[in-house]
């Protein structure tokens, strides 16, 4: 049963293009030339969990996020600052994640095109702005949405701001993306319904637990199946 003239909010990394298993690629390549004496791959992923973690708090998303933290773990695991041919090699680690291109995601172009039909269509993505113009530029979706919002996180307080600047209502919108964390949980919080579709490739500080009774959050397999419920 298909919902009429809603406002569906489209999360875009990991949603409407892949983008984690890119940086995925990137530590697998990283963790193979890092080596280490005593820490094996799991523990040394570890470490750099944890130094993400804090430098995503400080320094938000990105690539320039990532290359920082591949610097950092390399000055915490060999107790000193990463060299002039570390920092280059980490950077030609990285560069496939300034390639110009991007991946949508099976489905994504067509099934936009058809819910632009019948529903008003917005963006909002948290990261590096630059970094996330350029991927919305390479991906020509943009046209697709009437509004689409760069940010440096997305909190509750994010998504209450984004409704009152858009003048939205919030049991009329939908939150669409793959992360619990920054797309299901405080979009509900602030109101809004929610659609989580799952990426095999969240990042994992992008995990969280859905309640499995709430029913204003739906539930599907793929992007393509939007186009069932509205």
């Known amino acids: 049963m298909r919902r009429n003239g809603q406002v569906l909010v489209f999360d875009a990394d990991d949603t409407l293009w892949e983008n984690n298993v890119l940086f995925e690629r990137v530590i697998a390549d990283f963790l193979d030339w890092l080596e280490h004496p005593t820490l ?4 040394l992923r570890a470490v750099l969990d944890d130094i993400q973690k804090a430098n995503a708090v400080a320094h938000g998303y990105g690539t320039q996020m990532l ?27 990285a560069a496939v994640l300034t ?11 067509e099934t936009l095109a058809a819910l632009g039909d019948r529903h008003e269509l917005l963006m909002l993505t948290k990261g590096d702005p630059d970094e996330q113009r350029r991927k919305i530029d390479a991906s020509r979706l943009a ?3 009437r509004a689409i919002e760069i940010v440096r996180e997305k909190d509750d307080e ?14 009329a919108c939908w939150m669409i993306g793959n992360s619990p964390k920054s797309d299901i949980l405080p979009a509900r919080r602030a109101g809004m319904n929610a659609v989580f579709i799952p990426n095999d490739h969240t990042w ?8 499995p009774g709430d029913e204003r959050v739906l539930r599907l397999r793929s992007f393509r199946k939007l186009q069932d419920h509205f």
């Open 40 to 43: 094996d791959k799991y523990q």
């Open 67 to 93: 290359l920082r933290s591949l610097a950092d773990c390399v000055e915490r695991l060999r107790h000193r600052p990463a060299t002039a041919d570390e920092s280059d090699a980490i950077r030609r680690l």
């Open 99 to 109: 390639d110009q291109q991007v991946e949508l995601i099976p489905g994504v172009a």
């Open 143 to 145: 046209h697709r949405f």
């Open 158 to 171: 994010t998504y209450r701001t984004f409704l009152k600047a858009h003048a939205l209502t919030p049991a």
């Open 204 to 211: 994992a500080l992008e995990h969280g637990e859905l309640d």
